[in-house]
């Protein structure tokens, strides 16, 4: 049990477990590659009365975890493609639901409230009533319930929540993570209510912290990279928005549309151009690859 339990922190924290078969413990499965890393960390996890915590900061204060994804010799690549000897860090696609709690929090709308019952997040119509034969109607959450974390939205077995583009399908139990950039990814990320109302928030937070433009965007980059941008980036997110505040100055009702998005009210003070050109910028840099990855 404690191996079991170690090898499924460990595909959390670095993408793949020590042993890769992580549903699988058997003989048919694969041998640990690191077998006494796995045995004293199983051992030490029984000593500490099984102490979770604790073995989550074991392991993110190690060397290991905190070397950088970015830096690799050319030979490790050839030797070890898939980096089973962790000879850098690990970098490899968020889940869903981890995107969405990121989403919210970047743009403060999470609410943090702890324990209590699942809530019913956006969804698009008619998905419960086709999948139930009009037996089940899906009545959405309103307010602050619409912004808890990802860990108390409500599944039904048979239609899991549809933000949700990467999980198990609830039917059986599965501990192998899927990781996909499939259409679908995007598609949700990019449109669903979810994502645009978190940029929305974004925005707002950004036009109300910080005074000029460049100031702006660097307020975005810190809060969604923990970095600011480059000076090519800079430009690239500076002519977006003016691109996009050419267009909403001519069609004054897309902007309206674009901001109407979400259950929250739109903060009526910010202009309307300058707040829906910067929802976009918001939208395009929650989308960016170094957004959505675990680095």
Known sequence: TARVTVNRIWQMLFGIGLVKTVEDFGVQ???PIHLELLNWLAADFMDSGWDVKRLLKTILSSETYQRSSATIHTDFREIDPDNRMLARGTRHRLPSWIIRDQALTASGLLNARIGG????????????EEATFGKKTYQQAKGEELYRRS???YWR???????FFDVSKRQ?????????NTPMHALTTLNDVTYVEAARHLAKRALLTEDTLTEQLDFIGMTLLARSPTAQELSIWQRGFERACTIYLSNPEEAKLLLSHGDSPRDQSLPLTSHAAMTNVCLMLLNLDESLSKE
């Open 117 to 128: 019952p699942a809530f019913n997040a956006y969804q698009p119509p008619g998905i419960w």
């Open 151 to 153: 860990l108390y939205v």
């Open 172 to 180: 059986i139990c599965d501990v192998k993570l899927a990781r996909t």
């Open 157 to 163: 077995r048979i239609v899991g929540p549809t933000m």
């Open 29 to 31: 499965a694969e041998y």
